[in-house]
C-alpha cells in the first residue's frame, strides 16, 4: 500500500538552512504529481509547493517563492524540500502528499495520501 | 487566491445525528474540491474528491455535494469515530487553498 514518510524536521533559527525528506513506497513516484503542504499549530494546512508528475514544472506559494525549493529523486522514490534562508512564519508540520490520478496535470486531483509530517521550529 | 469559507467553525452533535457541513468559494472552482477529515495529531485524510465521489475506504455515511462556488460534506448519522475537524481543499486554480474547518464535536 501507499506510504509516505517525511523525515529532516528540527529546530533551526532564522536564516538556516533544513533539508526535508520523503520516502515513497507502494506507488512510482515519476507517475503522480507530487505536493508538500505545511501546517502550523492551530491552522489549517496551507499549500506549499508541487511538483507535475514527469518532474517539468514546479509550483510554489508566494510566500515560499526563492526559498524554498521542491524536488525528487526518482531512483530512490524520493520527494524532497530544499529550504533555506528560514523564517519564523515557516515554523510548521510539513506533510508530502500524493496526487491522486496517474499522470494528470497538477492540480486536476486531490491529495490522496499524505505523510505523517515532520516539524520543522524556527526560532532564536 | 480562492478563499474558501467554512461554517460553521463548530458543529455540536450527537452520535447517531445528521453532521451538514458548508464550503463556499469566492469564486467558481467548478468540482475540483476534496474534503479531508483530520483528528488530533494526524494528517489529514482524504473523503471526497471531485466534490462527490467517495475516496477509497470511506464509508458511505459521508457524501458530498454542489459545484462552483458552494459545497457541501454530509454525514447521515454521526458515528464516535467520525467526531474531528473537516477541511475542504480548492485544487482548481494556483494557489491551492483550504478552508478553516469545521470541528465536528460531541454534544
Known amino acids: 500500500q501507499v506510504q509516505l514518510v517525511e523525515s529532516g524536521g528540527g529546530v533551526v533559527q532564522p536564516g538556516e538552512s533544513l533539508r526535508l525528506s520523503c520516502a515513497a513506497s507502494?506507488?512510482?513516484?515519476?507517475?503522480?504529481?507530487m505536493h508538500w503542504v505545511r501546517q502550523a499549530p492551530g491552522h489549517r494546512p496551507q499549500w506549499v509547493a508541487s511538483?507535475?508528475?514527469?518532474?517539468?514544472?514546479?509550483y510554489y506559494a508566494d510566500s515560499v517563492k526563492g526559498r524554498l525549493t521542491i524536488s525528487r529523486d526518482i531512483a530512490r522514490n524520493s520527494l524532497y524540500l530544499q529550504m533555506k534562508s528560514l523564517i519564523a512564519e515557516d515554523t510548521a508540520v510539513y506533510y508530502c502528499a500524493k496526487g491522486k490520478s496517474p499522470y494528470a496535470d497538477t492540480f486536476s486531483s486531490a491529495f490522496d495520501s499524505w505523510g505523517w509530517g515532520t516539524l520543522v521550529t524556527v526560532s532564536s | 487566491e480562492i478563499l474558501l469559507t467554512q461554517s460553521p467553525a463548530t458543529l455540536s452533535l450527537s452520535p447517531g445525528e445528521r453532521a451538514t457541513l458548508s464550503c463556499r468559494a469566492t469564486q467558481s472552482v467548478s468540482n475540483s474540491l476534496a474534503w479531508y477529515q483530520q483528528k488530533p495529531g494526524q494528517s489529514p485524510r482524504l473523503l471526497i474528491y471531485?466534490?462527490?465521489n467517495r475516496a477509497t475506504g470511506i464509508p458511505d455515511r459521508f457524501s458530498g455535494s454542489g459545484s462552483g462556488t458552494d459545497f457541501t460534506l454530509s454525514i447521515s448519522s454521526l458515528e464516535p469515530e467520525d467526531f474531528a475537524l473537516y477541511y475542504c481543499h480548492q485544487h482548481k486554480k494556483w494557489p491551492l487553498t483550504f478552508g478553516g474547518g469545521t470541528n465536528v464535536e460531541i454534544k
Open positions: 507502494g506507488f512510482t513516484l515519476s507517475n503522480f504529481a
Open positions: 471531485d466534490a462527490s
Open positions: 511538483v507535475r508528475f514527469d518532474g517539468t514544472t514546479e
